[in-house]
């Protein structure tokens, strides 16, 4: 897991550590020291840290004007035992929120497994950004049903056209138009 890295494609455009507006301003990741580890696996020391023991993420850009946020995310995303979506909603998202982002992208590709709970963290973040939305991309099948089994499909948007998306291949205020006008089509808007 130590060579599984954040995307980096974007880092000349935004770096979420030198962002005064972003939560995780000022945060300082080595190069070469690996201090954190999901269930004793040493991850890249890229990926920041939420407070969670098995969830971590890289904020890979940040519009305040369109009002949207990229997440990658790292590890095993553990509602049940962890409350991740807890760390994840007061740590991140709320600060992103208060900063005008009602629009987030959510890259899970890296998300290796979901335990859930109740929905009530999701379903805060929904009304938070009741004229915006939150999108699933690039989450493995079997997270998606999980996450569905939970009735988090009402809060998250996902699958289809959003999960064969090769959002590396876009600028990421591309990908925010192409994930806005997909979910547009969904809505009926």
């Known amino acids: 897991m130590h060579t599984i890295e954040p995307f980096y494609n974007w880092l000349e455009l935004y770096s979420a550590s030198d962002d005064p507006q972003s939560p995780l301003y000022g945060a ?3 190069e070469t020291e690996f201090t954190h580890t999901i269930y004793g696996y040493y991850i890249h020391p890229q990926w920041d840290d939420i407070e969670s023991e098995t969830l971590f993420i890289k904020i890979l850009f940040a519009d305040y004007e369109l009002g949207f946020a990229v997440i990658e995310f790292m590890g095993e995303w553990n509602d049940a035992i962890n409350n991740d979506i807890m760390h994840l909603k007061r740590n991140i998202i709320d600060p992103l929120v208060q900063e ?35 999108a699933a991309i690039g989450f493995r099948e079997f997270v998606l049903s999980e996450m569905q089994s ?12 959003l999960e064969e998306l090769p959002w590396r291949t876009f600028t990421p205020k591309n990908l925010f138009g192409i994930v806005n006008s997909a979910i547009q089509k969904r809505l009926g808007a």
């Open 28 to 30: 300082e990741n080595s």
């Open 100 to 134: 005008g982002i009602k629009h987030f992208i959510l890259i899970g590709e890296n998300v290796f497994n979901f335990h859930g709970s109740d929905d009530s963290y999701y379903e805060e973040w929904f009304e938070d950004v009741e004229d915006g939305w939150i």
């Open 150 to 161: 939970y009735g988090l499909d009402y809060y998250l948007n996902s699958g289809g056209a």
